[in-house]
């Protein structure tokens, strides 16, 4: 079987295929060192934990520890083939500085202690806070990396034990827009495409999305269509120079903060060339007349002065998408974090609408995920939604609740909004919240304004518990921590970006006294003694598969049915996007296929809100607009973002991810491969600003806005003029002393790109803008003989001077299982 250096080839090798034949087989595997397939002692069935496309993966055991990974060729949704962080990053389970004992804070330090003092703690807090303020002093700040089972208890204990509104997950700084926009055009989360319409498109578009980074299988599949027979046309619209942007027919690089008005001038060209279905417009939608209204303001010549694009390449993409006979697109980061999110990323949902494509081979909608379980962080309840995409406006959904969880409907807080991260934050600033709970997630790296963050978490008066893998920058602050079982050591489902749902089964043990977050959650719900409205325990389940158990209880009839899904016909085969139930027994591939929706009154998740106050619409009003649950389409108007260049910033910052990394590190960055491949940030500059700013490969700069500065080296890339780029994936745990900020909270060389953003969130989905900044850059340091930690192999890719290719110690095992067609 071929090897291949997978960290200088992320994608690996090519099987074209042409549209509507089935993506080739490929199998890849990888074992540690001294170990063939062979010594393998058996493998365990799971999926990917390092991003959202949810490659199905098995676990290679040996002597009760995980010594690989192989891709499952039976599934959907990648056919055997493994993201370079999955080949890699299996080896962070094993790291030594695992946490495995709880930690409690004693004289100002962390000191190991016992679960129950530690829980006992936990506990007393609790009860102390509800008996003095109510439940409105405790906040539930969680990941988009557990499993369904987890989240559901999670929103159990927290909505109907706690009885609090003060719930959210770190999807809200990655995907809260993927689900606020699938809301306002179709009133309901839920995703309406699939990962095989890429075999079937003539068209394939990506907004924001750097596919080959953030979903490289996915990206894998693109590659193989686009070197098979009938390759479709690719439309990128991205700031940087990205492999997907190298890809294109057709490259769109707007100015930061101005993806509104590109997508109404894309919208006007369609719309004036008469590339609508009108029947599919008529017999299916709502609100088409104030999108032809809204997006006359927006010919090319406007939008290329607004957005500083050609107007001739705009007119191209126009007629491209405009033209295709099916269409895919795909949405992810670069419009969900940047000025006007759910604006820009409903304009998308729009194009689709219009052009009558959905439901069908390749005409689908994929507005992505950034994490393995983002989708049932949503789901579930653990963003603060009502889970199974029940209505918090909705008092018949409140009591349908109610009775699953058999409680009384006022004990289900549905009298405001859910809160979302950023609003919570300012209320332990404001010491109304004094308890929060955080579960596998850093925000001292991961929020914006990190200053601030460390600040605001630092309070005395706050009693901060982190429950996580390993003592992360925000674990250091908690005043209890607790140590968790992760991927491979514990059992679970979970649902990926196109709503397939895998089965994770225990591999391993975890070390020492770490435990799976549902039994961290079940003892609490124990030793809380918390009761339904007849007294018996609010939480009847005991171990995964009875939490998954009433977890399909509560998706009965909903939109994200799992009623006909078991652990049993979840095993050995692939994965099942939902809805599976009577009607759809093994899986629904797409959703609207008939034109219906999940947007009737009474049905829908969400009324929907103002795309510029981000006001909820009134129940009335929205029967009044949409009585027979038709999807929504949703004009919006550019507005120029806050904080834009000026003499001091004159350039814009933007942050992202690199396909070697994910999120802070915590466990890519304890991969040695991985490590090596990425191992510091490097800030990207264009060639017009390297020149303008005398900067060169490998000089250290610092980078600051009016928040705070950081230095990295410079790589010199094919990024638009006038930006900045920084990946926001590194912290301060692997800096010998590096998480100690000065007096004032600020690190005195910064490294964490969060230390630069701006406190500042979207109306509609409250995700955070990462992405439109004022920045400035300064020479520190000459280069003197060195390069940047940045990748050969990406976006950070140079176009000057000589810098060493990026390549990886060790290959890894393809095996093409089909002929390439």
Same mark, same amino acid.
């Not at 435990?515 to 003892?523: F, Y």
């Not at 609490?524 to 158990?549: C, I, N, Q």
């Given at each position: 079987?071929?090897?291949?250096?997978?960290?200088?080839?992320?994608?690996?090798?090519?099987?074209?295929?042409?549209?509507?034949?089935?993506?080739?087989?490929?199998?890849?595997?990888?074992?540690? +060192?001294?170990?063939?397939?062979?010594?393998?002692?058996?493998?365990?069935?799971? #999926?990917?934990?390092?991003?959202?496309?949810?490659?199905?993966?098995?676990?290679?055991?040996?002597?009760?520890?995980?010594?690989?990974?192989?891709?499952?060729?039976?599934?959907?949704?990648?056919?055997?083939?493994?993201?370079?962080?999955?080949?890699?990053?299996?080896?962070?389970?094993?790291?030594?500085?695992?946490?495995?004992?709880?930690?409690?804070?004693?004289?100002?330090?962390?000191?190991?202690?016992?679960?129950?003092?530690?829980?006992?703690?936990?506990? &007393?807090?609790? /009860?102390?806070?509800?008996?003095?303020?109510?439940?409105?002093?405790?906040?539930?700040?969680?990941?988009?990396?557990?499993?369904?089972?987890? %989240? %559901?208890?999670?929103?159990?204990?927290?909505?109907?034990?706690?009885?609090?509104?003060?719930?959210?997950?770190?999807?809200?700084?990655?995907?809260?827009?993927?689900?606020?926009?699938? /809301?306002?055009?179709?009133?309901?989360?839920?995703?309406?495409?699939?990962?095989?319409?890429?075999?079937?498109? @003539?068209?394939?578009?990506?907004?924001?999305?750097?596919?080959?980074?953030?979903?490289?299988?996915?990206?894998?599949?693109?590659?193989?269509?686009?070197?098979?027979?009938?390759?479709?046309?690719?439309?990128?619209?991205?700031?940087?120079?990205?492999? !997907?942007?190298?890809?294109?027919?057709?490259?769109?690089?707007?100015?930061?903060?101005?993806?509104?008005?590109?997508?109404?001038?894309?919208?006007?060209?369609?719309?004036?060339?008469?590339?609508?279905?009108?029947?599919?417009?008529?017999?299916?939608?709502?609100?088409?007349?104030?999108?032809?209204?809204?997006?006359?303001?927006?010919?090319?010549?406007?939008?290329?002065?607004?957005?500083?694009?050609?107007?001739?390449?705009?007119?191209?993409?126009?007629?491209?998408?405009?033209?295709? =006979?099916?269409?895919?697109?795909?949405?992810?980061?670069?419009?969900?974090?940047?000025?006007?999110?759910?604006?820009? #990323?409903?304009?998308?949902?729009?194009?689709?609408?219009?052009?009558?494509?959905?439901?069908?081979?390749?005409?689908?909608?994929? =507005?992505?995920?950034? =994490?393995?379980?983002?989708?049932?962080?949503?789901?579930?309840?653990?963003?603060?939604?009502?889970?199974?995409?029940?209505?918090?406006?909705?008092?018949?959904?409140?009591?349908?609740?109610?009775?699953?969880?058999?409680?009384?409907?006022?004990?289900?807080?549905?009298?405001?909004?859910?809160?979302?991260?950023?609003?919570?934050?300012?209320?332990?600033?404001?010491?109304?919240?004094?308890?929060?709970?955080?579960?596998?997630?850093?925000?001292?790296?991961?929020?914006?304004?990190?200053?601030?963050?460390?600040?605001?978490?630092?309070?005395?008066?706050?009693?901060?518990?982190?429950?996580?893998?390993?003592?992360?920058?925000?674990?250091?602050?908690? @005043?209890?921590?607790?140590?968790?079982?992760?991927?491979?050591?514990?059992?679970?489902?979970?649902?990926?970006?196109? *709503?397939?749902?895998?089965?994770?089964?225990?591999?391993?043990?975890?070390?020492? +006294?770490?435990?799976?977050?549902?039994?961290?959650?079940?003892?609490?719900?124990?030793?809380?003694?918390?009761?339904?409205?007849?007294?018996?325990?609010?939480?009847?389940?005991?171990?995964?598969?009875?939490?998954?158990?009433?977890?399909? +209880?509560?998706?009965?009839?909903?939109?994200?049915?799992?009623?006909?899904?078991?652990?049993?016909?979840? *095993?050995?085969?692939?994965?099942?996007?939902?809805?599976?139930?009577?009607?759809?027994?093994?899986?629904?591939?797409?959703?609207?296929?008939?034109? *219906?929706?999940?947007?009737?009154? @009474?049905?829908?998740?969400?009324?929907?809100?103002?795309?510029?106050?981000?006001?909820?619409?009134?129940?009335?009003?929205?029967?009044?607009?949409?009585?027979?649950?038709?999807?929504?389409?949703?004009? #919006?108007?550019?507005?120029?973002?806050?904080?834009?260049?000026?003499?001091? %910033?004159?350039?814009?910052?933007?942050?992202?991810?690199?396909?070697?990394?994910?999120?802070?590190?915590?466990?890519?960055?304890?991969?040695?491969?991985?490590?090596?491949?990425?191992?510091?940030?490097?800030?990207?500059?264009?060639?017009?600003?390297?020149?303008?700013?005398?900067?060169?490969?490998?000089?250290?700069?610092?980078?600051?806005?009016?928040?705070?500065?950081?230095?990295?080296?410079?790589?010199?890339?094919?990024?638009?003029?006038?930006?900045?780029?920084?990946?926001?994936?590194?912290?301060?745990?692997?800096?010998?002393?590096?998480?100690?900020?000065?007096?004032?909270? #600020?690190?005195?060389?910064?490294?964490?790109?969060?230390?630069?953003?701006?406190?500042?969130?979207?109306?509609?989905?409250?995700?955070?803008?990462?992405?439109? &900044?004022?920045?400035?850059?300064?020479?520190?340091?000459?280069?003197?003989?060195?390069?940047?930690?940045?990748?050969?192999?990406?976006?950070?890719?140079?176009?000057?001077?000589?810098?060493?290719?990026?390549?990886?110690?060790?290959? !890894?095992?393809?095996?093409?299982?089909?002929?390439?067609?």
């Amino acid at each position: 079987m071929p090897e291949v250096d997978r960290i200088a080839e992320p994608w690996g090798t090519r099987t074209p295929y042409a549209a509507g034949t089935p993506w080739p087989r490929r199998v890849d595997m990888h074992l540690a +060192e001294g170990v063939a397939s062979e010594d393998v002692d058996r493998w365990v069935q799971t #999926a990917s934990i390092l991003h959202s496309n949810g490659d199905a993966l098995d676990i290679a055991v040996k002597d009760g520890r995980i010594v690989g990974v192989r891709g499952r060729e039976v599934d959907r949704v990648n056919r055997g083939r493994v993201d370079v962080k999955d080949l890699f990053g299996w080896q962070a389970n094993g790291s030594r500085d695992r946490l495995t004992r709880p930690l409690v804070r004693v004289d100002g330090e962390l000191v190991e202690t016992d679960w129950d003092t530690a829980m006992d703690r936990v506990v &007393a807090r609790t /009860k102390e806070l509800l008996d003095e303020q109510g439940a409105s002093a405790v906040g539930f700040y969680t990941t988009g990396q557990l499993f369904a089972e987890e %989240y %559901y208890t999670l929103g159990v204990v927290a909505h109907g034990g706690i009885g609090t509104n003060h719930v959210d997950g770190n999807t809200r700084l990655c995907t809260a827009t993927a689900a606020a926009a699938l /809301k306002e055009s179709f009133a309901c989360d839920g995703q309406p495409g699939s990962f095989a319409d890429i075999d079937h498109a @003539d068209v394939i578009a990506l907004f924001g999305n750097n596919m080959a980074e953030t979903q490289s299988v996915t990206w894998m599949r693109v590659l193989d269509r686009l070197a098979g027979d009938d390759p479709p046309a690719v439309v990128c619209v991205d700031p940087r120079l990205t492999p !997907v942007a190298k890809a294109a027919t057709v490259h769109l690089a707007p100015r930061l903060g101005t993806n509104v008005a590109l997508m109404n001038g894309l919208l006007h060209e369609i719309l004036a060339n008469g590339w609508v279905d009108r029947d599919y417009v008529d017999a299916h939608t709502v609100g088409f007349a104030e999108l032809e209204k809204a997006v006359r303001e927006y010919p090319p010549d406007v939008v290329a002065r607004i957005c500083d694009v050609p107007a001739d390449r705009l007119r191209e993409a126009a007629r491209v998408l405009g033209t295709a =006979q099916r269409l895919t697109s795909t949405v992810l980061q670069g419009f969900y974090q940047a000025h006007q999110a759910t604006a820009a #990323a409903v304009q998308v949902n729009n194009l689709h609408l219009v052009r009558g494509m959905l439901g069908r081979p390749g005409c689908g909608i994929l =507005q992505m995920n950034g =994490q393995p379980s983002a989708q049932n962080t949503r789901e579930c309840g653990a963003d603060g939604d009502l889970p199974a995409f029940r209505n918090w406006s909705n008092d018949a959904h409140v009591a349908d609740l109610a009775r699953v969880w058999n409680v009384d409907p006022m004990d289900i807080p549905h009298y405001s909004p859910p809160t979302h991260v950023m609003q919570m934050l300012r209320y332990v600033e404001e010491g109304s919240i004094r308890m929060l709970w955080v579960t596998g997630t850093n925000p001292a790296v991961s929020l914006p304004e990190l200053r601030r963050v460390r600040s605001v978490l630092s309070q005395e008066r706050l009693f901060l518990v982190v429950q996580d893998l390993f003592l992360t920058e925000t674990a250091q602050l908690a @005043d209890v921590v607790l140590p968790a079982a992760t991927w491979g050591e514990k059992t679970g489902t979970f649902t990926n970006a196109d *709503r397939t749902v895998h089965l994770s089964e225990k591999a391993v043990d975890p070390p020492g +006294e770490a435990r799976a977050d549902l039994d961290i959650l079940l003892d609490f719900a124990h030793r809380m003694d918390l009761r339904g409205k007849d007294g018996t325990p609010l939480v009847t389940w005991h171990d995964p598969e009875s939490a998954f158990e009433a977890w399909k +209880e509560c998706t009965r009839g909903r939109p994200c049915d799992y009623t006909g899904l078991t652990y049993d016909k979840l *095993r050995g085969g692939s994965g099942i996007p939902w809805p599976v139930d009577d009607e759809h027994p093994d899986g629904t591939e797409r959703l609207y296929a008939d034109g *219906r929706f999940f947007a009737h009154p @009474d049905v829908c998740e969400d009324y929907g809100r103002d795309l510029v106050t981000g006001a909820p619409v009134e129940p009335t009003e929205y029967r009044a607009l949409n009585p027979s649950g038709r999807a929504i389409i949703k004009a #919006a108007r550019y507005l120029p973002p806050h904080e834009v260049p000026s003499e001091d %910033y004159p350039l814009q910052l933007t942050t992202g991810r690199t396909v070697y990394q994910f999120h802070t590190r915590t466990k890519t960055g304890r991969a040695p491969e991985l490590a090596a491949a990425a191992p510091d940030v490097w800030v990207e500059v264009s060639e017009h600003d390297a020149d303008a700013f005398g900067l060169a490969e490998g000089d250290l700069a610092e980078v600051s806005t009016p928040r705070g500065s950081v230095r990295a080296r410079v790589r010199v890339s094919g990024i638009r003029p006038g930006v900045v780029f920084l990946p926001f994936h590194y912290g301060y745990w692997d800096e010998p002393g590096g998480h100690e900020p000065d007096a004032h909270g #600020a690190h005195p060389h910064g490294r964490a790109a969060n230390e630069l953003t701006i406190t500042e969130w979207d109306p509609a989905s409250k995700q955070p803008i990462f992405k439109t &900044a004022a920045a400035a850059i300064r020479r520190v340091e000459q280069a003197d003989g060195q390069t940047s930690a940045a990748p050969t192999t990406t976006a950070s890719a140079p176009v000057r001077g000589t810098v060493p290719p990026t390549r990886g110690p060790r290959t !890894v095992v393809e095996h093409v299982l089909e002929e390439a067609r």
